[in-house]
């Protein structure tokens, strides 16, 4: 399912590339495109635009796990461990309205994430 990318998707996924220095998590490769690759879907609103549930993938990796649910599970357990992905299992269920307004403050956070981290030193902070 296609879902529409808001300005908050956008700075969202900037943010998030940025701080993983542009670096596919699963191999490692610095070359070529890199994508904002979610573990549970844009539709757990909860969870959307949280740093916990967005990786950065290469475009060869993020195809190859939306291909193969299997392997991206597996590689999961071993990259962010179980307890972590419990956590994020929870969180995606609790509720998040998605308002207009909210989303505005989505994009706002990390539009000012992305000059902290452009003037230095600055870790990202996620919204959700
Ligand atoms: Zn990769």
Known sequence: M??????ADIECSKAI???????????RRQDGKMEA?????????????STDNILCLC????????GNPLDFERWLQSY???????????KRHSIQ?????????VAAHY???IKLMEAG?????SFQ
């Not at 030193?121 to 902070?125: M, P, S, Y």
Request: charged fraction near 30%; glycine fraction near 4%.
């Open 97 to 105: 309205k998605d308002t207009a307004a909210y989303r505005k403050e």
């Open 59 to 66: 475009f060869r990796c993020h195809l190859h796990f939306t």
């Open 37 to 49: 690759a979610h573990i549970y879907s844009r539709s757990f609103k909860s969870v959307r635009w």
């Open 111 to 113: 539009r000012r994430q």
């Open 17 to 27: 590339r940025m701080a993983r220095n542009h670096t596919c998590e699963h191999c």
């Open 2 to 7: 296609r879902i529409k990318l808001s300005p």
């Open 121 to 125: 030193e600055h870790k990202l902070e």
């Open 80 to 90: 962010l461990g179980q307890g972590f992905l419990d956590l994020l299992n929870e």
